[in-house]
């Protein structure tokens, strides 16, 4: 699932509202906290794509057994990204 820029900056206010209200004490301003906490949620993001991308160049291999209905282009896409995620040690 793809999130719009807004959606990922909410979701780093959220969290970074969640850690203030646990005790957390910040020793940079909340406005660097998010910046940073926007950062590495788009990074993850565009690791997972750049996964994503590999997966669909891996699938190009076998679109005849997939036209063929000889195998389900879903399930193998789930399979291999999660074999190259657990390659490249990123969590999914």
Do not use: C, W
């Amino acid at each position: 699932m793809k999130l719009k820029k807004e959606q990922i900056h909410r979701i780093a206010a959220l969290v970074t509202r969640r850690l203030k209200e646990k005790g957390v004490v910040f020793k940079v301003s909340e406005e660097k906290i998010l910046a940073k906490a926007d950062a590495v949620v788009l990074k993850n993001m565009d690791e997972e794509e750049a996964i994503d991308q590999q997966v669909r160049k891996y699938l190009e291999k076998y679109q005849t057994e997939i036209s063929r209905g000889q195998v389900d282009p879903q399930k193998m896409f789930l399979m291999i990204k999660k074999q190259i995620a657990k390659e490249k040690n990123f969590i999914l």
